[in-house]
Antibody
């Protein structure tokens, strides 16, 4: 089955840019939507954005409040997708998860969309 | 603030039934999903599309919706069900994913 694994630095300085990668195994990134989410310490879950593979680039959607700082890209050759988050502050300290966004088109109801599977997550601390 | 409202914490006696709710106008229009998160682990979907249980999820987990409230019901709650539960749906404003604040379930 599809498995995901996040990788990247555990510590980043304020004002810098975070770069994370999610390696996909057991499936192809050219299928489905792929997402980044995060969870601040002791807090709830937050969707950051997702991407759908479209040729050499991707069709992206971002959380509006983060849109100016977030960039998600996808690499079909390496079977992975990535997150860049710029202008970091302490508020960006969180566990960052990648996940597949499953989409099922429905006829009589709204489409079904759900996150599964998730990577194990990687803790990113923003501190000088 | 979250568009989806969940009770912060609930408790249930071992073997009993508990309903965890998620309230918001979102669920009138969009489906709700439910995720179980145990300490130190990533979330796992237990219900998607409001009522569908993924393969591998015990049938004691069920989902429903009425009006502006989606519910996750656990029948015959087991000790291993103790976890945080998050509902997720779509934002009315822009159709993007949004999560409830989460409910911590304690099994007594």
């Amino acid at each position: 089955q599809v498995q995901l694994q996040e990788s990247g630095p555990g510590l980043v300085k304020p004002s810098e840019t975070l770069s994370l990668t999610c390696a996909v195994s057991g499936g192809s990134v050219t299928d489905n939507y792929w997402s980044w989410l995060r969870q601040s310490p002791g807090k709830g879950l937050e969707w950051l954005g997702h991407i759908y593979y479209s040729g050499s680039s991707g069709d992206t959607h971002y959380k509006p409040s983060l849109k100016s700082r977030v960039l998600i890209s996808i690499d079909g050759a390496k079977n992975q997708f990535s997150l860049k988050l710029s202008s970091l502050t302490a508020a960006d300290t969180a566990i960052y998860y990648c996940a597949r966004l499953n989409v099922e088109t429905a006829v009589l109801t709204a489409d079904l969309n759900w996150f599964d599977p998730w990577g194990p997550g990687t803790l990113v601390t923003v501190s000088s | 603030s979250s568009e989806l409202t969940q009770d912060p914490a609930v408790s249930v006696a071992l073997g009993q039934t508990i309903r965890i709710t998620c309230q918001g106008d979102n669920v009138r229009k969009f489906h709700a999903n439910w995720y179980q998160q145990k300490p130190g682990q990533a979330p796992v979907v237990v219900i998607y599309g409001t009522t569908t249980r993924p393969s591998g999820i015990p049938d004691r987990f069920s989902g429903s919706s009425s009006g502006d409230t989606a519910s996750l019901t656990i029948s015959g709650t087991q000790a291993e069900d103790e976890a945080d539960y998050y509902c997720e749906s779509r934002a009315i404003s822009d159709d993007h994913p949004v999560f409830g604040g989460g409910t911590t379930l304690t099994v007594l």
